[in-house]
């Protein structure tokens, strides 16, 4: 999800997370997670602000470059 920075400040976000939250909510899921650079400092903000809160027990990993096109094969 992002939000161009012409229309932040005009609820856009908010109402993008509650219409997702929504749909968390009636398929039964028990949470809604998302990822953030973490100095993206407006953003955590913004969710911190809603209540969210950080997960520290969750480690993100990445192959690019050389080592995906070597996996892909």
């Known amino acids: 999800m992002y939000v161009t920075p ?3 400040g005009k609820g856009y976000g908010i109402g993008l997370i509650k219409e997702l ?8 899921c028990g949470r809604l997670e998302w990822g ?3 100095f993206n400092t407006p953003s ?9 809160e950080p997960v520290d027990e969750w480690t993100v990993y990445r192959v690019s470059g050389e080592t ?5 094969k």
């Open 44 to 52: 955590i903000e913004f969710y911190l602000g809603l209540g969210a």
């Open 21 to 28: 939250a929504r749909i968390t909510v009636e398929r039964g």
């Open 36 to 38: 953030c650079f973490d």
């Open 6 to 8: 012409d229309y932040r």
């Open 68 to 72: 995906l096109e070597h996996l892909s």
